[in-house]
């Protein structure tokens, strides 16, 4: 282990099961602190602490696997990432081409109505696969 | 993928985490490959190959599930 790492961040960093657990359990901490906060009308302390989850998982996430001496991460957690993301626009994309159009069909025979919550569901998943074809894009063109 | 890593591994003493440090992957790795959840890259079945001294065709055959 590397002289330079503090004791604690090297406790982290030694084994790639409790880096993992760590940085998970940080962001879980900053989510489950945004929804608590929204919840009790604590907007502010809520979002602050999920800004401080999202800010340190994400500086730890980033940062201790190039200083850590061991092995933290390997070739199948990246199978594992590309397996998920798949996963995730094949779900979301069956969703939304079996249920969308159906949806505003129904919508327009009058029904049912299309919340503002659904419309925010409809926009998020069509901007998710916006992003991932310029993903896409990049990686087919440029990698 | 079939293979018979586990009996190569303890043949020559390692521990999968041993094995997993020599050829810069994580125990857990080693751990799936071992027990036919992870199919290895090209380069770690050569890296897995050439630290036991044999060909990949020796180390890995596919099983009746990949064919």
């Given at each position: 282990m590397s002289d330079t790492l503090h004791p604690a961040v090297e406790t982290v960093a030694g084994s790639p099961r409790r880096y993992k657990r760590v940085v998970y359990g940080i962001f879980t901490v900053g989510i489950v602190g945004l929804f608590a906060g929204m919840l009790f009308d604590m907007a502010l302390a809520g979002t602050t602490i999920y800004l401080l989850g999202a800010w340190l998982g994400t500086g730890l996430a980033a940062v201790l696997p190039r200083v850590s001496?061991?092995?933290?991460?390997d070739e199948r957690d990246t199978a594992t990432h590309r397996h998920a993301s798949g996963l995730t626009i094949r779900l979301i994309g069956g969703l939304g081409l079996g249920i969308v159009p159906a949806l505003y069909a129904l919508e327009a025979a009058d029904i049912v109505t299309i919340t503002p919550t659904m419309w925010g569901a409809i926009w998020m998943g069509s901007a998710l696969f916006l992003v991932w074809g310029g993903c896409y894009t990049y990686v087919t063109r440029f990698q | 993928m079939q293979t018979d890593l586990p009996e190569r591994r303890e043949a020559e003493g390692l521990s999968q985490g041993g094995l997993a440090d020599a050829v810069g992957v994580t125990r857990q790795t080693i751990n799936a490959i071992e027990r036919d959840r992870y199919d290895p890259s090209l380069a770690l079945a050569f890296a897995l190959a050439d630290y036991f001294d044999c060909r990949i065709e020796e180390l890995f055959e596919p099983s009746v599930d990949d064919e």
């Open positions: 001496p061991a092995t933290l991460t | -």
